[in-house]
């Protein structure tokens, strides 16, 4: 046969086609799991687990319903330090072959199983290690009531694979259902239909009967106490904590029903909130039906509760549609943080959430000249680091001031149809930066340079103004501090009995850590900072506690340092102690007494920060 050059370039194409496919279907490997879910996804997920806290130790089974896409006989999960038993068919019982892959750092080992025909379940018998890094195990004294034991787990990102056997990737999504049996004076939570009082037996079931990925797998037990909020909604905390957790909490139905009114129904049924003990690494996780939150945010007037606007608008952004992969994490922040302004603004008005977007903004440019130029893009770059690595600013932030542009450019009505058809037309599914980018460009008309913010460094020229009256007027008020203004006539000028958390914050955050210490007992003299119970307001006079070396702070930030272990405010503090010998040497002081209360993710951070080489555990 001849071939003139049109066929050969046409068979040249299509066996290039042919060859991209083959690529493609052979190699759908994951970042950041060993999962195979184009082969057998995990569908349905049952947990059967007993929570052991005298050997720290969740010991059962994990039953896994297959959805069976290819004829391939090899299911791969993701564990990471649990010890595994048996694994079985079902309802055969039969027991299968298993091994486990080599312990990869921040990956852990690839459980393999060789499914036989007809598998359409698999049980694995299992248990968890002490050193689970999603568990913390709480004594009593590390409680607030210090009556009980707690134990709450954090599965984001990849820390799911240390407590449950699973696909540990956003990509794959499945319904779950568990009974988990707990000392008969505990109450169990998940992120799933919950108990609302203990029982006699200590045994509770569980149902989520959306489907979630496995990073929003959570369990929480403990002394807890339930009561509601409003007719959806209600608070989980310890007793001690429950009545000023409900009273920092009231507009919390606001918020669902502003959130509601601007992107669609929340498809979760219950929204509920627990405190957890002060050892929390985060602000808030948005464990669905459950949202993870800190005690360091009841400050007693409500000046916090963005946080709660934040995991509630995780009902959509994330939740329902999903980051396909960690690379693509600021489409769950970065929206996140978009709709959370846009709830605060709804219940407080524009002036309140334009002081949130100023603080973020400047958050936001201190950090992008800390980072690497490749990781302020939107589009990150994860692979073969730890996920943990892009929760930085730039999804959160820049995200947002991305989402903010596009609105600005296209009108807030238009935008908001435009969102709310993306969480419709997207829920319960995964999404990639470009799967957004397309949909994107189809359904908006204006010309969108979206290369400048998604893959490009830094922040593009078009990034939106920010207006904030108060906020000038802060600042100016700090300017007269520096100026020489007596404080008695700062306090009249500025009206600093008006202020609120966030303008204390910016306040604070206007020194750029250039006080004396003299200059620091005036203002604490005044506004007695170093006394704040407010752990916004304490985390940023601490920061200028250790620039300034203003002794009478001291106490305060160890004190503070111990009784909380929540990363955003632990990493900055002890970053700026390690700046200087005598600073090294308190923070090793204090971290050495502080570091076994910390949860394993915020124990990671300091130990690189102070240089710290765990033995043991
Ligand atoms: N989903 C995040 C927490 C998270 C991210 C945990 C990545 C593990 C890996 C949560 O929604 C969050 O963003 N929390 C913030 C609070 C928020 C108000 C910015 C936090 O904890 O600081
Ligand atoms: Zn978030």
């Not at 010991?59 to 048996?86: Q, V």
């Not at 027991?95 to 499914?115: A, F, N, T, V, Y």
């Not at 238009?414 to 189809?442: I, P, R, V, W």
Request: net charge negative; charged share 25%; aromatic share 12%.
């Amino acid at each position: 046969m001849i071939l003139n050059k049109w066929d050969r370039l046409r068979v040249l194409v299509s066996s290039a086609i042919a060859l991209c496919l083959l690529v493609s279907l052979e190699a759908q490997e994951l970042p950041h799991s060993c999962a195979r879910p184009d082969q057998v996804a995990i569908a349905h997920l049952h947990l059967d687990l007993k929570v052991d806290f005298e050997n720290q130790k969740l010991a059962g089974s994990a039953t896994m319903k297959l959805n069976r896409r290819t004829p391939d006989k090899m299911l791969f999960l993701d564990t990471s330090g649990l010890k595994i038993f048996k694994v079985q068919a079902q309802p055969s019982g039969k027991e299968l072959k298993w091994s486990l892959g080599e312990h990869e750092p921040d990956l852990g080992s690839c459980l393999s199983i060789e499914l036989v025909e007809g598998a359409e379940e698999v049980s694995v018998y299992y248990e968890s290690q002490p050193s689970a890094e999603a568990v913390q195990w709480l004594t009593p004294e590390q409680t607030t009531d210090k009556q009980y034991p707690f134990l709450f787990t954090q599965s984001q990102a990849i820390l799911a694979r240390t407590w449950v056997p699973c696909q540990d990737t956003p990509a794959v999504r499945m319904t779950y259902s568990a009974k988990i049996q707990v000392p008969p004076e505990l109450l169990a939570v998940m992120s799933a239909s919950n108990p609302q009082k203990k029982n006699e037996t200590g045994v509770y079931e569980f149902e989520m009967k959306q489907p979630i990925p496995a990073y929003l797998l959570a369990l929480a037990v403990g002394d807890l106490k339930f009561l509601e909020l409003g007719p959806r909604s209600g608070v989980y905390a310890e007793p001690s904590v429950l009545k000023r957790a409900v009273w920092e909490l009231a507009d919390t139905e606001k918020m669902i029903s502003a959130a509601e009114a601007l992107y669609g129904e929340y498809r979760w049924d219950r929204y509920d909130v627990i405190f957890l003990p002060s050892s929390f690494p985060f602000g808030g996780m948005e464990n669905p039906r459950l949202t993870f939150a800190t005690p360091t945010i009841l400050a007693g007037d409500r000046s916090l509760v963005a946080l709660i606007a934040h995991e509630l608008a995780h009902s959509w952004s994330g939740n329902l549609v999903t980051n396909a992969t960690w690379d693509d994490f600021w489409l769950n922040e970065g929206f996140t943080v978009y709709f959370e302004q846009r709830i605060m603004e709804a219940i407080y008005g524009r002036e309140y959430s334009e002081m949130l977007a100023r603080l973020s903004l400047d958050g936001l440019l201190a950090e992008i000249e800390e980072l690497e130029a490749r990781d302020t893009w939107l589009k990150l770059d994860l692979r073969g680091r730890n996920p943990d690595d892009g929760m930085t600013s730039i999804a959160y932030d820049k995200g947002y001031f991305f989402l903010r542009m596009l609105e600005e450019k296209v009108g807030r009505e238009k935008f908001d149809q435009f969102l709310k058809s993306y969480f419709k037309k997207f829920a319960f599914k995964s999404m990639t930066t470009e799967g957004f980018l397309n949909y994107l460009q189809e359904n908006l008309d204006e010309k969108i340079d979206f290369k400048a913010w998604v893959y490009s460094p830094g922040l593009p020229a078009d990034v939106p103004v920010v207006q904030t009256k108060a906020l000038e007027r802060v600042e100016k008020a700090a300017q007269a501090f520096l100026d020489g203004l007596s404080l008695p006539a700062l306090v009249d000028d500025f009206e600093t009995n008006q202020w609120t958390t966030h303008h204390w914050n910016h306040f604070l955050r206007s020194f750029k850590n250039n006080l004396s210490p003299t200059q620091m007992k005036k203002l604490d003299d005044q506004f007695k900072f170093t006394r704040s119970r407010n752990s916004e307001i304490t985390h940023d006079w601490m920061m200028l506690v250790i620039g300034s070396g203003y002794q009478a702070g001291f106490p305060r930030l160890e004190e503070f340092l111990t009784e909380q272990g929540r990363r955003k405010f632990l990493q900055p503090l002890y970053e700026k102690l390690a700046t200087t010998p005598e600073g090294l040497e308190r923070a090793n002081l204090i971290y050495a007494k502080a570091r076994p209360g910390y949860h394993a993710v915020s124990r990671q951070t300091i130990d690189k920060i102070l240089n710290y080489k765990p033995t043991g555990n």
